[in-house]
């Protein structure tokens, strides 16, 4: 039915980087906008990047100039490079991915990942 797989997270300290990565398994037909969104502690899940199958890309206002997301559409795989990392950057990472996937039917339909704790402490 499809599913995403996140990894990279952990912990770095102030002014380190990480890369996440998502990978889209499953019986999907097509991956279309695909995108990571992160959820602080008392907070709401907020958008972080996202970029269309044609490479366009957007990003919070916060992860401009240090953040960047790709794609590589032959492997289902998107990734978030995270640099300079700051304290408030902490928070559970969710990749989302737009697909066309067969349920005896064909469906299109967000998937989400588990998630992946990002926490940036000295």
């Known amino acids: 039915q499809g599913q995403l797989v996140e990894s990279g997270g952990g912990l770095v300290q102030p002014g380190g980087s990480l890369r996440l990565s998502c990978v889209v398994s499953?019986?999907?037909?097509?991956?279309?906008?695909m995108g990571w969104y992160r959820q602080a502690p008392g907070k709401q899940r907020d958008l972080v990047a996202q970029?269309?199958?044609?490479?366009?890309?957007t990003y919070a206002d916060s992860a401009k100039g240090r953040f960047t997301i790709s794609r590589d559409n032959d492997k289902n795989t998107v990734y978030l490079q995270m640099n300079n990392l700051k304290p408030e950057d902490t928070a559970v990472y969710y990749c989302n991915a737009g697909v066309l996937r067969v349920r005896g039917f064909l469906e299109l339909t967000d998937l989400w990942g588990q998630g992946t704790q990002v926490t940036v402490a000295s």
């Open positions: 499953g019986n999907v037909l097509r991956v279309d906008t």
């Open positions: 970029i269309t199958k044609a490479g366009d890309t």
